[in-house]
């Protein structure tokens, strides 16, 4: 497939007549990222996953907090949330499927030119870097061990650092790649608040515009963020536009940037 026509869509949370609506407004051979959190908060979690997976090679899935939140509960490590709308996936009879070829996907693409994460990028990583470190959580989540992995990874510290080892480290990924959106001064994460940009305390930075990010000349496209709604810079596109709130889900065509979007929550 040609770099030239890649489409990445925000966080559909579960709303599958939302997703099939933007489907329908793009071309049928696209190729396409997902930028994660499918499930979860919507009512038909196991169809947004089915309609995914069928897409078959046309779609590239980037794992995010919810969908990780959902492998860790079909592990047995973790328990489902009062407010979860998982059942239907771990209920289903293709659930070892899905939850496979969930195992399956990575935390962080790098196609057209172009990272595409579910959350943020640690300030200090380098492109090559972030591919590295997402891949150690992959390896773990894709491992005979998988469970017991997955048990160690939730947990909002340590913040990030290079001499981390074993659940530590893999923690501190998860947190960068799959729930930052604010930084502190000294560049570690602050992952609680979930505030739009421009209504957050003062010591707290984006952590897009954190000076002297590494990664500030090269395309990055996330969702996660559904206060900070759609984004498009040259260097920064966000895609969670707070479709599971009533608002809009949200296609964008890369690199040509031309934005498709289906108004939000109908069920």
Wanted: charged residues 20%; hydrophobic residues 40%; positive net charge.
């Amino acid at each position: 497939m040609q770099s030239h026509n890649v489409y990445a869509i925000g966080d559909v949370h579960g709303f599958a007549k939302n997703l099939k609506e933007l489907l329908k407004l793009l071309p049928q051979n696209a190729e396409l990222v997902f930028l994660g959190d499918a499930i979860n908060r919507g009512p038909d979690s196991l169809e947004c996953l089915r309609i995914i997976y069928d897409l078959g090679k046309r779609a590239t899935y980037v794992l995010g907090n919810h969908d990780l939140h959902f492998l860790a509960v079909a592990a047995g490590v973790r328990p489902l949330a009062k407010k979860d709308t998982l059942s239907g996936i771990l209920e289903a009879k293709d659930a070892d499927k899905i939850i496979s070829w969930l195992r399956k996907q990575s935390l962080a693409v790098f196609k057209a030119n172009t990272l595409f994460i579910h959350a943020g990028v640690h300030p200090s990583w380098t492109i090559e870097e972030t591919l590295q470190y997402a891949n150690e959580v992959h390896s773990a989540i894709q491992s005979k061990e998988w469970k017991a992995n997955l048990a160690g990874i939730f947990g909002n510290t340590p913040a990030w650092s290079e001499s981390l080892t074993g659940f530590d480290r893999l923690r501190a990924i998860v947190n960068v790649l799959t729930r930052s959106r604010f930084l502190y001064s000294d560049g570690s994460a602050e992952i609680k608040s979930s505030c739009a940009p421009y209504e957050a305390p003062a010591d707290l930075i984006p952590w897009f515009d954190f000076p002297g990010r590494k990664t500030a000349n090269s395309r990055i496209v996330c969702g996660h963020w559904s206060t900070c709604g759609l984004t498009i810079r040259h260097n920064l596109i966000t895609l969670d536009s707070g479709c599971c709130w009533g608002r809009e889900l949200t296609a964008v065509r890369i690199p040509q940037l031309r934005v498709w979007q289906v108004s939000g929550k109908k069920d």
